[in-house]
């Protein structure tokens, strides 16, 4: 018998105990735990809740998550509640499927001003991740500055630029949709240091600012390539190219024209200016030089209320486990750190990738713990943990417990939408205490 743990019910962390699953049947146990009391990672708190269709991949790690010999251990935090030498001593391999939950810090003057987020707490905040529920952010000044050339840049853009019949059928948290009925933000600007041909924004995403009922999407036609240069992109790139171009051609405005979503390329943000809160960013126009943004000394400034930051994130270091500062991940080679101690995912790569990315990841890994560790040594698993649990009065949220939750979070949902997240951690323990 092999006795594995997975830190991190995530993609990586389900997609790994499919894997173990796969490759040693009935003679493995795995626990996957987690610091919160309900599972799925960034499935739950990260992908946008007007993407439900994506955020249906968590049935898939249902199918796994009721294996009987794959167990969820919710609410218990690796670095608080159980350290990374005690699951050493109770499973074969431990694998930290932690993800990257922390935001990269902007580094600039006045950016610890007042309605300054980075996207970690901004997007948890819409999501209901109960860290970021009480972010509160104001949005009664008519600009927003979203930094950042990514998918999730475009997820914010596009969340504060829905009117609120088209969250009808999202999960967006009510507290959020509150705060957004109210909203004064009528442009937003998406700003990037780079070029639209820099951009990693996918077709998909840019395909969904088209189809806004009371925005549109702004390009500046002067910021775009020669339209031949597009040829040498690779297909995805090339297709997000031809969303851009439409977007400058003014052929995406179905809707109404009350709120803009201005792309301005080639703006590096150089402070964010305010007294208490942000009121101005200070942004220096820059050109390509090699591939990167050189600044030209030329600066102008966007008076704005609200900057959220979407320039990547980094992974939360935990005690005993080597960390690679420069990455922002755990210091690993191939997934191993150390032996019996390996990680996957956002925690191996940094945050990179879609969801179906930490599939091969996954199972990767498993492949290497299987050559790593040749028979089961007898450690006490699951049994061994119970007891450890017990000792501290660790409050373990099993799979059956967060279903009862998931029922009671559907039971409260508004009209239309899918669930009403619980957004307190007590919220979430109350609810799995019911029969
Ligand atoms: C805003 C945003 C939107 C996205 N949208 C999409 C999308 O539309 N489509 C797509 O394909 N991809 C999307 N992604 C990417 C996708 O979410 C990631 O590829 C994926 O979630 C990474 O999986 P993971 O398991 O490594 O990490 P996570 O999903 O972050 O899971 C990590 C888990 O570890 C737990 N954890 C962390 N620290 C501890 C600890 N100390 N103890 C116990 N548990 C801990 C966390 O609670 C969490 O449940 C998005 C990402 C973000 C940030």
Redesign the pocket.
């Given at each position: 018998m092999r006795h594995i743990a997975i830190?991190?019910?995530?993609?990586?962390?389900?997609y790994t105990a499919e894997a173990a699953q796969k490759q040693w049947g009935d003679n493995v146990r795995v626990d996957i735990?987690?610091?919160?009391p309900v599972?799925?990672?960034?499935?739950?708190?990260?992908?946008?809740p007007d993407?439900q269709a994506?955020k249906g991949v968590s049935r898939r790690y249902e199918a796994t998550a009721r294996l009987g010999n794959v167990r969820f251990v919710g609410n218990?935090?690796?670095?608080?509640d159980v350290s990374v030498p005690e699951l050493q001593e109770l499973y074969d391999a431990v694998i930290l499927?932690?993800?990257?939950?922390h935001d990269r810090k902007l580094d600039l003057r006045g950016d610890d001003l007042a309605n300054v987020f980075g996207?970690?707490a901004f997007?948890g905040w819409y999501n209901g991740h109960p860290q970021f529920a009480g972010l509160d952010p104001k949005l009664s000044h008519d600009t927003a500055v979203v930094i950042g050339n990514g998918?999730?840049a475009l997820?914010v853009a596009r969340i504060l630029a829905k009117s609120e019949e088209e969250f009808a059928e999202s999960d967006i948290v009510a507290h959020a949709l509150a705060s957004l009925r109210g909203s004064a933000v009528r442009r937003i600007v998406i700003l990037g240091r780079r070029g639209p041909h820099q951009v990693a924004m996918t077709p998909k995403?840019l395909s969904e600012l088209a189809k806004l009922t009371r925005a549109h999407p702004e390009v500046d036609p002067a910021d775009l390539p020669d339209v031949a240069e597009d040829a040498a992109l690779e297909t995805g790139l090339r297709k997000s190219m031809a969303h851009l171009r439409a977007f400058a051609a003014g052929q995406a405005r179905p809707g109404t024209d009350a709120v803009t979503v201005e792309f301005d390329f080639f703006g590096a943000p150089r402070a964010i200016l305010g007294d208490t809160r942000v009121e101005a960013v200070e942004v220096e126009r820059t050109r390509l030089e090699n591939g990167k943004a050189a600044g030209t000394g030329e600066t102008y400034r966007i008076p704005a209320g609200l900057v959220v930051a979407c320039i990547g994130?980094q992974t939360?270091p935990?005690p005993d486990v080597p960390f690679d500062e420069q990455g922002g991940r755990f210091a690993n080679v191939e997934g191993r750190i150390a032996p019996g101690l390996y990680c996957?995912?956002?925690?191996?790569r940094g945050?990179t990738?879609?969801?179906?990315?930490?599939r091969p990841d996954g199972f990767a890994i498993v492949e290497k713990i299987a050559a790593d560790m040749q028979d089961g040594s007898g450690k006490p698993g699951r049994p061994g943990f119970d007891a450890l649990a017990e000792e501290r009065g660790i409050e373990v949220v099993r799979f059956t417990d967060w279903q009862k939750i998931e029922e009671a979070e559907i039971a409260n949902a508004r009209q239309g939408a899918p669930r009403e997240k619980f957004v307190a951690v007590e919220q979430m323990i109350e609810a799995s205490h019911r029969v």
């Open positions: 830190v991190g019910s995530g993609p990586a962390g389900y735990f987690d610091s919160q599972p799925f990672g960034l499935i739950r708190t990260g992908v946008a993407h994506i218990v935090m690796l670095g608080r499927a932690t993800g990257a939950p996207s970690a997007v998918n999730v997820d995403e994130y939360s935990i996957v995912g956002w925690a191996r945050p990738g879609t969801i179906g990315t930490n």
